[in-house]
């Protein structure tokens, strides 16, 4: 069997709806694309644009929004939240427990949270649906907004998670299906939300991190409905859930400050756990080849490579394969490709490449020409594109010596990750989408 084919069953797997092989793989379902690791297998974007070369089309998104764009078939979807003139009552403002510290103040106004399909081909709108309209209860952070969790899909629902203010499945044409409202958050120093919503089969997980009454969640995803939920010795961490198979039992894998925990989906019960990362654990865990790599970096470094078949409290000699305690990411998540770990200090531009096995640096520490990251790199054909807060995109060949290929200037502010599908690019920066595409 080819490693194509192998790909291509992987990713069948992990829809509930009947879908052709194409449309898996010309897709990014997932904001670290279809196989959770920031790799395409498919894709074969451009290595060269600028603000009018190869820019397919650019669609106006109103409000702000960092979360990443996703795309199934011939729509690309997008989440967003506008502030709007109505301002609220003394009704609809929350009450502050002043036990928890902040660093933001709530709005005033209420914020529409829309939820935007638009048309691949064409960047047109096809449909905007207006998920909720609240006044938040808390602030956020200045590089942050309230739409930073990313949308998902199967194929079959849209689900979109704008934390607080609820939990969405739409139909691919926009028919709202069900909705749930999982209570309020309160985030670290009232910084802000990023609920992004993970697929798998029937089951549909949320990470749900904040200051006090930590869970994750797994929900039908038909009918939304809590499958289970498990309490978690977590402050808010802002990391996405992965799902790993291996040997006959499917993981959960969460990041976190006091523990990196492994579940397993089928009831919710804890199967290992690691420590040693740092506050803000927000970097989502990636997997390949039966062992978990999961990294911190805020006030610290800190990361672990884990073998998926430990049980237990993780030590060395005890399912921890390796440790690296240097450069790691705060803001980004790492990428995996080809047996690789890429991933930039803090939110810097230095960049460590990792030999994923062994935890051998590649490179370690080498300074980028960008400024900062808070989107996190992603790989297709060969190439590695990372994509810094001021809009320039670095497009590096892969391999143990990585070459500088293009540098790529937009002039707009980006902080989400970008998409790849086909022979398309997607860049959301603070109110546009571009569909980057080669003649």
């Not at 993780?314 to 790691?328: D, N, P, R, Y």
């Not at 990411?329 to 030999?355: C, H, K, M």
């Given at each position: 069997m080819t490693r194509t084919f192998l790909i291509v069953c992987f990713l069948l797997s992990l829809v509930t709806a009947p879908a052709d092989a194409q449309t898996i793989s010309e897709s990014w379902h997932h904001w670290r694309g279809p196989l959770a690791n920031g790799t395409s297998p498919k894709a074969d974007p451009p290595t060269n644009w600028d603000s009018k070369k190869n820019v397919r089309w650019v669609a106006e998104i109103p409000g702000k929004g960092s979360a990443t764009p996703i795309v199934w078939g011939d729509q690309v979807f997008v989440v967003t939240a506008v502030q709007t003139d109505r301002v609220g009552k003394a009704d609809d403002f929350a009450k502050i427990d002043p036990k928890f510290e902040r660093k933001t103040e709530p709005p005033t106004n209420y914020h529409d949270f829309l939820v935007m399909s638009f048309d691949r081909q064409t960047g047109k709108l096809r449909w905007k649906h207006l998920a909720a309209s609240r006044v938040p209860h808390e602030g956020h952070h200045p590089t942050h907004s309230y739409a930073a969790g990313s949308p998902t899909t199967d194929g079959k629902r849209l689900y979109v998670s704008f934390g607080s203010f609820g939990l969405y499945a739409y139909d691919l044409e926009g028919k709202q299906l069900w909705s749930r409202d999982l209570g309020r958050m309160v985030t670290r120093l009232g910084w802000g939300e990023a609920v992004t919503p993970v697929i798998h089969g029937d089951s549909l997980l949320l990470n749900w991190d904040q200051e006090a009454n930590s869970k994750v969640f797994c929900l039908d995803a038909a009918t939304g409905k809590t499958k289970w939920e498990m309490p978690r010795e977590e402050k808010t961490s802002w990391n996405t859930p992965l799902v790993a198979e291996h040997k006959g039992t499917t993981q959960v894998i969460l990041n976190g400050t006091t523990r990196v925990r492994s579940y397993d989906l089928a009831t919710g019960k804890e199967l290992w756990t690691c420590a040693g990362m740092t506050v803000n654990a927000i970097p989502s865990p990636v997997v390949n080849e039966g062992?978990?790599?999961?990294?911190?970096?805020?006030?610290?470094?800190?990361?672990?490579?884990?073998?998926?078949?430990?049980?237990?409290?993780?030590?060395?000699?005890?399912?921890?394969?390796?440790?690296?305690?240097?450069?790691?990411?705060?803001?980004?998540?790492?990428?995996?490709?080809?047996?690789?770990?890429?991933?930039?200090?803090?939110?810097?531009?230095?960049?460590?490449?990792?030999?994923?096995?062994?935890?051998k640096a590649i490179k370690e520490q080498e300074r980028l020409p960008a400024r900062s990251f808070y989107a996190s790199p992603v790989a297709a054909a060969g190439r590695v594109y990372f994509v810094d807060q001021d809009g320039t995109t670095l497009v590096y060949k892969e391999g143990d010596k990585p070459e500088l290929l293009e540098t790529n200037k937009l002039n707009e502010k980006i902080d989400a990750s970008p998409a790849l599908a086909g022979k398309q690019l997607f860049l959301r920066s603070h109110g546009k989408l571009y569909c980057i595409e080669g003649k």
């Open positions: 062992v978990a790599y999961v990294l911190s970096g805020y006030r610290g470094a800190s990361g672990v490579a884990v073998s998926l078949d430990a049980r237990g409290e993780i030590s060395e000699g005890s399912g921890l394969v390796w440790k690296h305690a240097k450069g790691t990411p705060y803001v980004p998540s790492p990428l995996l490709s080809n047996g690789r770990l890429w991933f930039t200090a803090a939110n810097t531009n230095l960049l460590t490449i990792l030999e994923a096995k062994t935890g």
